[in-house]
């Protein structure tokens, strides 16, 4: 009796990032002069939205925009009234070796925000949102001798536990 042994290989993956970043937001408002003054706060919202990621050289760079609204109702005609300002942010993380094709999966949470008007025209925000970053890297790995066909490497996506789960 012969044994045949075969060479195969297969593609595993691997976690190459998994990390939870939080990001401030601090706004100075002016109010436009096309805007009637602001006489009491209704509500103030954060929304960061994710622009581009790249990867290169073991650096994920990730840049995107955090837009902060206030709804207020005005002093002249007493009705509700919107402003809206956005800020640019950029941050990076480093990747452990990423392989071939690696797959990063990026996710933006508020966490909280703050308004105050210092002056009828003149608005302080200040809050904070959560970046989950989770990186996946393949590696060809060699295998030596016969594997059943019955075997699969299955891929789960494993988010911090942060609040931040894959959408």
């Known amino acids: 009796m012969e044994f045949q042994q075969d060479n195969r290989a297969f593609c595993a993956p691997q976690t ?5 970043a939080e990001q401030l937001a601090d706004v100075d408002f002016t109010l436009p002069d096309y805007c009637p003054d602001i006489e009491k706060i209704l509500k103030c ?18 840049d995107g925009t955090c837009t ?14 919107c402003c809206e300002q956005s800020v640019e942010f950029s941050q990076s993380f480093t990747v452990r070796d990423a392989g071939e094709s690696p797959l990063v999966l990026t996710k933006t ?12 025209r003149r608005l302080v925000m200040h809050g904070a949102f959560s970046q989950c970053m989770h990186g996946v890297g393949t590696y060809e ?6 594997w059943p ?10 988010w911090p536990d942060s609040g931040c789960s894959a959408a």
């Open 68 to 81: 902060v609204s206030v709804l207020y109702v005005e002093s002249a005609h007493k009705t509700i009234r």
């Open 45 to 62: 919202t954060l929304s960061p939205q994710i622009r581009s990621k790249t990867l290169s050289g073991g650096l994920l760079q990730v």
């Open 149 to 158: 066909r019955s075997l699969w490497f299955t891929f789960s996506q494993n």
């Open 141 to 146: 790995t060699f295998t030596w001798g016969r």
């Open 16 to 20: 190459v990032l998994n990390t939870v």
């Open 109 to 120: 949470k508020p966490e909280y925000i703050n308004c105050r008007a210092l002056s009828p």
